[in-house]
């Protein structure tokens, strides 16, 4: 795989989990018939903020590692980034809807390691190279 098929790759899988998101968060609105907002319910709320923390994290991430195919960064640690983030994200949502206890913090703690790794990383590759 050439480093632009790897980032395309795990941005095809976070293309896949954002609607997976989006319908759970509809899931819960239209169960629930909560038109806006989170209604006060505590489901919606976990929902809306799985989704929302989704987006907050995503665009950031794959900058990232678009950043370093642009830097012929070594194909392994697109890998390692792309999937701690991808599984990172995965974990926090598991988390959000207490299927698994800790995914929330063990999904920030993987996409918090993702953000530092991949920004020391193209750092490193901006001077160096």
Do not use: C, S, W
């Not at 697109?78 to 207490?98: E, N, S």
């Amino acid at each position: 795989m050439t480093l632009f098929q790897i980032v395309a790759f795990y941005l095809a899988l976070n293309l896949l989990l954002a609607p997976i998101l989006m319908y759970r968060v509809g899931q819960v609105r239209l169960g629930k018939k909560i038109n806006l907002g989170d209604g006060g319910d505590d489901l919606m709320l976990a929902r809306i903020r799985a989704h929302g923390n989704f987006t907050e994290n995503a665009p950031l991430a794959l900058l990232g590692l678009f950043g370093l195919a642009m830097l012929n960064a070594a194909p392994i640690a697109l890998h390692i980034f792309g999937a701690a983030f991808f599984i990172g994200r995965v974990l926090h949502a598991m988390g959000m809807a207490k299927v698994f206890g800790q995914g929330r913090l063990v999904g920030t703690l993987l996409t918090l390691l993702t953000y530092v790794g991949t920004a020391a990383y193209l750092l490193f590759l901006a001077f160096t190279g």
